[in-house]
């Protein structure tokens, strides 16, 4: 175990409200992010997120750009103040200045920024009207390296929200909001795992799929897990759910036919590990709305596999959970071309009830 003094250094750079700054102590203080926020720094002196940060007992800095002569000689400034805390990982949140070279060449590929929008759709500002002026249906959150092109680095971690009949930006923006707390301290943990000497979940991604599962360890959860033989999976969801029923297939079970898919009914669970590129796209997709109408309320599926050229793109895999009807959809853990993602919550979930007489 690192103790909290071990723990990664990072800093928050904000201009406003700072609600991603919240979620990030939050998660920082709960211990799903192990990680010290070493600063705050806004480049507004108003900015509400400062009183956010002294309240948590975190360094509040303002830096004013006002007294630095250009962009570079400011951004040397915040390099500098960066360096001197030792922070590792830098994490914009709605902070509304441009990166430049200096900043940029002092964390390289160390600089993260939430975006409210599937980039790469809707950049730069406004991203929530300007999805409601291309009449999408889909939009969402994503977290990305920064680079010196405007919204345009490797995408992190992304979640998708849908847009609904009426949807003001207001209304839009609260709901993609709602995931931009969720994913970008996972998103930060995920980067963070990747530098560090990663701790043992990181190691395994069967703990990791584990750890992901959104319910209490003392849930009687009924999991179907879509192999012959019980694996590394099988083992850490028995770790982690004693209470939990797990059923797996004989031998002869092969992922591509479709004559087992009524199991999954009324399953809380559905752990597809390994078996994705056995899939052509279209049974892919199939699979997800058939686990979408298939599994209890509450109900939803994980999918542990390489997303780095052997399988479709997680993008396309996360846009298809969210098309089967799953609410929350989002990749959990991504190292090293591995990835845990899925959706739980299918918001149409399939009557418990027996099917009237008759039918
Ligand atoms: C968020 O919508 C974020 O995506 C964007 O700016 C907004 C910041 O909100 N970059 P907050 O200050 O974190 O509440």
Redesign the pocket.
Known sequence: MTSVTDRPRIAVL?S??????QSIIDATRSGALGATIAVVISNRAEAP?LARAREAGIEALFLSPREYPDRDAYDRALAQALRERDVVLVCL??FMRLVGQPLLEAFPHRILN???SLLPSFRGLHAQQQALDHGVRMTG?TVHVVTPDLDAGPIVMQAAVPVLAGDTVESL?ARI?VE?HRIYPLAIAAVLIGRQPPDPPAQCPASALAASVPFEASDAIRIVELRSAAGDTTRELRKRFPRSSIALFDDRFNVASLDWWDAMRRADLVVAPFVMPALTDAKKQYLYKAIGDRVSARGGVLVLDRVDGSSSPLLHQLMWLKHAGFAHVDCAWLVGGLAVFGGFTPRAAVSESPPPAGS
Do not use: C, K
């Open positions: 904000i406003g409200r700072g609600s991603n700054l997120g949140a709605g939430i975006h409210p959150a923006a909001l931009e």
